[in-house]
């Protein structure tokens, strides 16, 4: 972010793009979590909640193909509109919509898979990040920057033979995957925090 504002600035404009109207679709991405919530405590049968979410997944994608033609499967050229374009990177009403459409169909599927029909070993990695996504997503947000920093410091031994470093690699700006590897690295590492902290018991909730 850019350095904080003065108080009698009305409006501020933050570096990664979004605007002050930016809350109203943000709030609607947090009402259809709430509605997929309240299913899936409800007292309807496994099959019946699983068939809803499924449902409200394609009712978002068919209103957001409406809205933005840009995501269709095929490019029709004199069927080409975008009344509210699909951009995450402002949370467009298009892409909470979207979005919500993808949400309801792997809650879906996950559903189906540990709820239903109970494999729920393979899912410990996600559990560990789920009961502390609150700790998960203030550690993204605050001390993302310092552990990629400590990853480029601590990493860098070289190999006194060919001159290669895992840091090298990495953040090599030369190969298209690095920054996939970067934050998959980072990732794990939240994860290991989020790991000793379901080990400990010690769970963030509001």
Same mark, same amino acid.
């Given at each position: 972010?850019?350095?904080?504002?003065?108080?009698?600035?009305?409006?501020?404009?933050?570096?990664?793009?979004?605007?002050?109207?930016?809350?109203?679709?943000?709030?609607?991405?947090?009402?259809?979590?709430?509605?997929?919530?309240?299913?899936?405590?409800?007292?309807?049968?496994?099959?019946?909640?699983?068939?809803?979410?499924?449902?409200?997944?394609?009712?978002?994608?068919?209103?957001?193909?409406?809205?933005?033609?840009?995501?269709?499967?095929?490019?029709?050229?004199?069927?080409?509109?975008?009344?509210?374009?699909?951009?995450?990177?402002? +949370? %467009?009403?298009?892409?909470?919509? =979207? $979005?919500?459409?993808?949400?309801?169909?792997?809650? @879906? /599927?996950?559903?189906? *898979?540990?709820?239903?029909?109970?494999?729920?070993?393979?899912?410990?990695?996600?559990?560990?990040?789920?009961?502390?996504?609150?700790?998960?997503?203030?550690?993204?947000?605050?001390?993302?920057?310092?552990?990629?920093?400590?990853?480029?410091?601590?990493?860098?031994?070289?190999?006194?033979?060919?001159? +290669? %470093?895992?840091?090298?690699?990495? =953040? $090599?700006?030369?190969?298209?995957?690095?920054?996939? @590897? /970067?934050?998959?690295? *980072?990732?794990?590492?939240?994860?290991?925090?989020?790991?000793?902290?379901?080990?400990?018991?010690?769970?963030?909730?509001?």
């Amino acid at each position: 972010r850019y350095e904080e504002p003065f108080r009698d600035q009305k409006f501020w404009v933050n570096a990664g793009g979004y605007q002050t109207l930016n809350f109203i679709p943000s709030i609607a991405t947090m009402l259809f979590g709430l509605m997929a919530g309240q299913l899936l405590i409800s007292n309807r049968i496994e099959k019946m909640k699983v068939k809803w979410l499924l449902q409200a997944g394609l009712v978002c994608f068919v209103i957001s193909m409406l809205l933005d033609t840009s995501i269709w499967p095929v490019n029709i050229e004199q069927w080409e509109w975008h009344l509210v374009p699909i951009v995450k990177r402002i +949370w %467009s009403p298009g892409w909470a919509i =979207f $979005s919500a459409g993808w949400a309801f169909w792997f809650l @879906a /599927v996950f559903y189906w *898979i540990i709820d239903v029909k109970g494999y729920k070993k393979w899912a410990f990695p996600f559990v560990v990040v789920g009961m502390n996504s609150i700790a998960m997503y203030c550690m993204a947000q605050l001390i993302r920057p310092w552990v990629q920093k400590s990853l480029k410091i601590h990493l860098t031994t070289l190999d006194q033979a060919t001159g +290669w %470093s895992v840091a090298g690699s990495l =953040f $090599s700006t030369d190969c298209p995957y690095a920054p996939i @590897a /970067v934050s998959a690295t *980072i990732l794990f590492v939240l994860w290991l925090i989020c790991l000793w902290m379901y080990l400990q018991r010690i769970f963030i909730k509001i």
